[in-house]
T-cell receptor, first 115, second 115 residues
Framework: DGGITQSPKYLFRKEGQNVTLSCEQNLNHDAMYWYRQDPGQGLRLIYYSQIVNDFQKGDIAEGYSVSREKKESFPLTVTSAQKNPTAFYLC??????????????FGPGTRLTVT | AQTVTQSQPEMSVQEAETVTLSCTYDTSENNYYLFWYKQPPSRQMILVIRQEAYKQQNATENRFSVNFQKAAKSFSLKISDSQLGDTAMYFCAFMKRGGADGLTFGKGTHLIIQP
């Protein structure tokens, strides 16, 4: 089945540790995105990538880093510099044709808890 | 920058009734897309419906339809013959044509369908 996978579903870390969230897609989509969701909030864009080896900061990139070495994979690292890392993290992907992007499809999300 | 506002934090209707969720947005862009996403308790984000700003005709998908008023920057979602499975958070989202900035989301409306 084609889709987006995120692992693990739940992740627990101690404060001060870096943690990497996985996102893999087999939809052959060019563009990939990371969003953060907090209670009572909509989703906010952390980072996005339109092609391999290229990515841009979104609205709340501070304390996060990404890589895009393969088309299928877009891992997100939550560093110790992120002040409030506990949140629900969603990965998405979309077709990108020249300068046009289309609707985004989302993975199941990872709930990160930092204590 | 774009903003998306959903003024109804929570709504509750009886099964089989029709319900309308409101969304307004602010942008200086002329070419863009608008979306409604559904997030059930599983937290999986599901695309409900999409509207291209250059199309005057309102989008419909089975029981779901939109009322797109470009001049008023309004994009409401109507759900007809509501079902228990429609209970979820509903998010309105904006994307510039080209999608380089990803999606901008409203804070969501929690819709509860009562039996």
């Amino acid at each position: 089945d084609g889709g987006i996978t995120q692992s693990p579903k739940y992740l627990f870390r101690k404060e001060g540790q870096n943690v990497t969230l996985s996102c893999e897609q087999n939809l052959n989509h060019d563009a990939m995105y990371w969003y953060r969701q907090d209670p009572g909030q909509g989703l906010r864009l952390i980072y996005y990538s339109q092609i391999v080896n290229d990515f841009q900061k979104g609205d709340i990139a501070e304390g996060y880093s990404v890589s895009r070495e393969k088309k299928e994979s877009f891992p997100l690292t939550v560093t110790s510099a992120q002040k409030n890392p506990t949140a629900f993290y969603l990965c998405a992907s979309s077709i990108q044709i020249t300068t046009l992007s289309y609707e985004q499809y989302f993975g199941p999300g990872t709930r990160l808890t930092v204590t | 920058a774009q903003t998306v506002t959903q003024s109804q934090p929570e709504m509750s209707v009886q099964e089989a009734e029709t319900v309308t969720l409101s969304c307004t947005y602010d942008t200086s862009e002329n070419n863009y897309y608008l979306f409604w996403y559904k997030q059930p308790p599983s937290r999986q984000m599901i695309l409900v419906i999409r509207q291209e700003a250059y199309k005057q005709q309102n989008a419909t998908e089975n029981r779901f339809s939109v009322n797109f008023q470009k001049a008023a920057k309004s994009f409401s979602l109507k759900i007809s013959d509501s079902q228990l499975g429609d209970t979820a958070m509903y998010f309105c989202a904006f994307m510039k044509r080209g999608g380089a900035d990803g999606l901008t989301f409203g804070k969501g409306t929690h819709l509860i369908i009562q039996p």
